[in-house]
């Protein structure tokens, strides 16, 4: 449907694509799926692979099982599974002529904004050296606080950082129904999403359970960081044989379709923050200034929650704790606490020093 115009194509491939029921790679569907990714390759396509597995391939090779792992020890299991991963990886592209890198990615590496410009970088030489870079994050030393624990919102972030034009998660089921069709025989199958309102939300909720480890939330997660960094994105089926093919030639997926007003890279990058350190909740007349364009400045702000540094992620909330922005602050936690509710001019009297005047200024903030 729409790949055609497609450039730069990042797709992620789940486990339990990857990996059949009994923990063994699936050899005849990745060699199918090479030679999909010969053909794009051929039509000058650069592709991006996110490929989770590592966890489940070292459980294979180690003879132990999945449920139940401990974190360490899953750290330590995913270190031995990423290079079986790899290899499987590395001995299959080579029969298509195809030749990989990988790159294993932390939360950090995404969200500070001179490590995602690195990433970006590398990934971006590797493409003009005509490689397939395989992502998965990096397993063995993230823990849970400061991991994405999923690769459907690590392959959105990727795919913003990296400015792709469309992002395709192959998941276990077509895409995304109004209801559960194992419950329901009277559902719809949704082909285009434009806006993720409340209904797409709890059709994701009513279907839940029909998806993979990740699920639907994260996947509709994914699609927001998506949507609002002008990537395309597609929900389809990765069980059955050659699914890129099948979704290039319009069967059945989903399509969460891009904003149409594009941000500019910084402004993606901000928009698509996947761990936000805390929150400032702002009245209506900061409300109304960051609608028109303008900085928050401490005047408008009435509450604070979380601990956050100078620099950080935070979401900006209007009164009824609806998100309205996301920004970079200029102030840390305590110091917002400090000159909340003041005019600006009051900022160096209060806090001893002088400093900016904003708390966030227009040019790090992005409206959602
Ligand atoms: N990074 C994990 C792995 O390679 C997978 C995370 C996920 O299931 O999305 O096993």
């Given at each position: 449907m729409y790949i055609d115009k497609f450039k730069k194509i990042v797709i992620k491939i789940g486990s339990s694509t990857l990996i059949d029921k009994n923990g063994k790679p699936k050899k005849i569907w990745l060699k199918e799926f090479a030679k999909d990714i010969r053909n794009l390759v051929n039509k000058k396509k650069q592709i991006v692979i996110v490929s989770s597995g590592a966890i489940a391939i070292g459980c294979e090779y180690l003879g132990i099982k999945k449920n139940g792992l401990k974190v360490d020890k899953s750290q330590a299991v995913a270190s031995i599974g990423q290079i079986e991963l790899m290899d499987f990886y590395k001995n299959t592209f080579n029969k298509s002529k195809l030749k990989i890198s990988q790159i294993?990615?932390?939360?950090?590496?995404?969200?500070?904004?001179?490590?995602?410009?690195?990433?970006?970088?590398?990934?971006?030489?590797l493409l003009a050296m005509g490689v397939v870079p395989i992502v998965n994050e990096n397993d063995t030393t993230a823990t849970t606080e400061i991991k994405y624990g999923d690769n459907d919102r690590l392959a959105a972030r990727v795919s913003q950082i990296i400015s792709a034009d469309c992002l395709i998660l192959l998941s276990d089921v077509d895409g995304l129904y109004t209801d559960n069709p194992k419950k329901n025989k009277k559902i719809k199958f949704i082909k285009t999403v434009k806006e993720i309102d409340e209904n797409i939300k709890k059709y994701a909720t009513r279907t839940e359970n029909l998806y993979g480890s990740g699920g639907m939330k994260t996947k509709i997660e994914a699609a927001k960081?998506?949507?609002?960094?002008?990537?395309?994105?597609?929900?389809?089926?990765?069980?059955?044989?050659?699914?890129?093919?099948?979704?290039?030639?319009?069967?059945?997926?989903?399509?969460?379709?891009?904003?149409?007003?594009?941000?500019?890279?910084?402004?993606?990058?901000?928009?698509g923050s996947v761990a936000p350190k805390g929150?400032?909740?702002?009245?209506?007349?900061?409300?109304?200034?960051?609608?028109?364009?303008?900085?928050?400045?401490?005047?408008?702000?009435?509450?604070i929650n979380g601990?956050?540094?100078?620099?950080?992620?935070?979401?900006?909330?209007?009164?009824?704790?609806?998100e309205c922005a996301r920004g970079l602050t200029s102030f840390s936690s305590s110091e917002v606490g400090k000159i909340k509710g003041s005019h600006s001019s009051k900022?160096?009297?209060?806090?001893?020093?002088?400093?900016?005047?904003?708390?966030?200024?227009?040019?790090?903030?992005?409206?959602?």
């Open positions: 294993l990615l932390t939360l950090d590496d995404t969200e500070q904004r001179r490590r995602s410009i690195n990433a970006r970088r590398t990934i971006d030489n960081i998506c949507q609002l960094s002008g990537c395309y994105m597609a929900i389809g089926n990765g069980n059955s044989m050659n699914p890129i093919k099948k979704i290039i030639e319009n069967q059945k997926c989903t399509w969460f379709l891009p904003r149409v007003s594009k941000l500019d890279a910084r402004k993606q990058w901000i928009i929150e400032v909740i702002i009245d209506q007349g900061a409300l109304d200034a960051i609608r028109n364009g303008k900085s928050l400045l401490p005047a408008g702000v009435k509450r601990n956050f540094e100078k620099g950080d992620h935070i979401l900006v909330k209007d009164q009824n704790n609806v900022i160096k009297n209060i806090l001893g020093y002088s400093s900016r005047e904003e708390i966030i200024h227009k040019d790090d903030l992005v409206k959602v």
